[in-house]
């Protein structure tokens, strides 16, 4: 719109609601000398775009706005040097080091800044609000000294997000890792391979949680273990002294079968899950290797996805309580486990 006017000298463009200042608005206003943009809601504006190659402006109107930080990059070397007069008074200004690159051009060209100083008040921070900017004027060491904090914090918080990512990342990869570490300790120690028949000590390995360890020990262990079953137990049959990890590929590796016993509290068992893990591997390389005893109603809303795959695709016998249904129940689970 404005473009045409070549050998325009004057603008004035106040109460326009103005937020910013338009790209190229004076680009091509060769000849203007007054651009007077106050009483807007101008909070900032884009200095390369605005102001850049504009040398003909003597005065210049921002007063009444809403800007807070003026930049030193919004005001282009070559507009600086030729005002002649500058309005920034009743602005909301943020005394911060920010403006001292303004406090410098104030006190070096005092007589280019029109109201000032009882007009240039500063809004925040909070400490100096209402005082005059003319009251704030920190050295550059105290900048200096602020921007090394801010760097440092800066620095400091990339690193506490990038530690809290690395953890975030490494709990919900944890099985996988257990499982990577596993794998390299059957390649360093050399573990018997799962379908080595030599090898077998355990008719099962029993991945049970402490909850149901009771159970486990009362009723599970003395109704299988007849007739030459035997079954590997952690708290029993562990190797003390030896790493957990390494008791659990051993005991796995040297039994029949793997008998998870579900229960909800199972399914909150970092341990048991990793033992789960283990032995769908297991199960993989051989589908009668595994056998699920269902302690209790366990919805699959609740279970891993890995879990209520087995679930749908193996053996597994619930438990009940009852009198005639538990007869039943071992009369399975013995049947199951030769």
Same mark, same amino acid.
């Given at each position: 719109m404005l473009i045409p006017l070549k050998n325009l000298l004057n603008l004035t463009i106040r109460h326009c609601a103005l937020t910013t200042i338009p790209k190229n608005l004076i680009f091509r206003l060769p000849k203007l000398r007054y651009l007077d943009l106050s009483q807007n809601h101008i909070k900032t504006w884009k200095g390369n775009t605005a102001f850049q190659n504009v040398s003909s402006i003597e005065v210049l109107r921002l007063d009444m706005n809403y800007i807070t930080v003026f930049k030193e990059s919004l005001f282009p070397p070559d507009l600086r040097r030729n005002l002649k007069s500058i309005y920034l008074a009743n602005n909301p200004f943020s005394c911060t080091c920010k403006l001292l690159w303004l406090r410098k051009w104030i006190e070096e060209k005092s007589e280019k800044f029109k109201q000032y100083p009882e007009d240039y008040i500063c809004s925040t921070p909070i400490e100096l609000h209402g005082s005059l900017l003319k009251s704030y004027f920190p050295s550059d060491r105290e900048c200096e000294s602020i921007n090394e904090l801010l760097i440092a914090f800066t620095v400091l918080s990339t690193i506490g997000i990038f530690v809290v990512m690395l953890v975030s990342l490494v709990y919900k990869?944890? @099985?996988?890792?257990?499982?990577?570490?596993?794998?390299?300790?059957?390649?360093?120690?050399?573990? !018997?391979?799962?379908? $080595?028949? *030599?090898?077998?000590?355990? *008719?099962?390995?029993?991945?049970?949680? #402490?909850?149901?360890?009771? @159970?486990?020990? #009362?009723?599970?262990?003395? =109704?299988? #273990?007849?007739? $030459?079953?035997?079954?590997?137990?952690?708290?029993?049959?562990?190797?003390?002294?030896?790493?957990?990890?390494?008791?659990? &590929?051993?005991?796995? &590796?040297? *039994?029949?079968?793997?008998?998870?016993?579900?229960?909800? &509290? =199972?399914?909150?068992? $970092? @341990?048991?899950?990793? !033992? =789960?893990?283990? &032995?769908h591997k297991k199960f993989l390389k051989r589908a009668d290797s595994l056998l699920i005893i269902m302690l209790e109603t366990v919805s699959p809303d609740d279970m891993p996805k890995s879990l209520h795959t087995l679930l749908t695709i193996s053996t597994y016998i619930r438990w009940s309580g009852g009198l005639t249904e538990e007869e039943e129940f071992w009369k399975k689970v013995r049947k199951t486990i030769k």
């Open positions: 990869g944890r @099985w996988h890792i257990r499982h990577a570490i596993y794998l390299c300790h059957v390649r360093r120690k050399g573990y !018997e391979g799962m379908d $080595d028949v *030599s090898n077998i000590l355990y *008719s099962g390995f029993v991945v049970y949680c #402490e909850e149901d360890q009771e @159970w486990v020990k #009362e009723k599970f262990v003395k =109704m299988v #273990e007849i007739n $030459d079953r035997k079954l590997c137990i952690h708290h029993r049959d562990f190797d003390g002294g030896k790493l957990i990890i390494d008791n659990i &590929a051993n005991g796995i &590796a040297r *039994s029949r079968k793997v008998i998870l016993i579900l229960s909800r &509290a =199972m399914i909150q068992s $970092d @341990w048991c899950l990793f !033992e =789960m893990r283990l &032995a």
